[in-house]
């Protein structure tokens, strides 16, 4: 036993710690889309004007007889996106394009996971707060945040939730 005597006993407890995502329901997206779809097909300021939307694999897409129609159906599809808490700063819309049959149509991808660009903003902005003690680091497309102060963490929390960085922000796995 004596060689055990210099050992620290006992169970290894780390610091308090959160994850920063930035994540999609992809479930709640296609039931709004589903829901904006049914709608389209049932009110009459669209009939006959050939309008859509539809989801994918590669995101959502919108179609319509004129632009001013296609801005109609994009309102009806972040209303019913934002009854659903999807955030509006998931979807990222493209160009508004022509299409054949004198139609328009645009895209609008999903942004899922946090770029390696955004992740560096986001750990510089931390770092600026001057919270003494919190810590910052990258894994993959999410951050991880620690300190040894769960106060500093929900600080940290709170400044983030303020601070705009046009993505959908989420905060998961708190640990104390």
Known sequence: MRHLEGLRVGIFRGMPSFDVVSQIDIQEVRNAV???AREVRTR???KDTGSEVALDDAGISLSSSSEDRLNALRQVLEE????????????????????????????????SGISSDKTKELNKFIKTLGIKGVQSQTQGDQLRVTSKK???????????KEADFELALQYENFRD
Do not use: M, N
Not at 150 to 156: K, P
């Open 44 to 46: 009459y300021d669209f």
């Open 150 to 160: 769960r106060d500093h963490l929900q600080t940290v929390i709170s400044e983030l």
């Open 80 to 111: 019913k996106l934002v009854k659903r808490k999807v955030s509006l700063k998931a979807i990222s819309y493209g160009d508004v394009e022509e299409a054949s049959g004198a139609t328009v149509r645009q895209f609008a991808t999903l942004q």
């Open 34 to 36: 589903d829901q904006a």
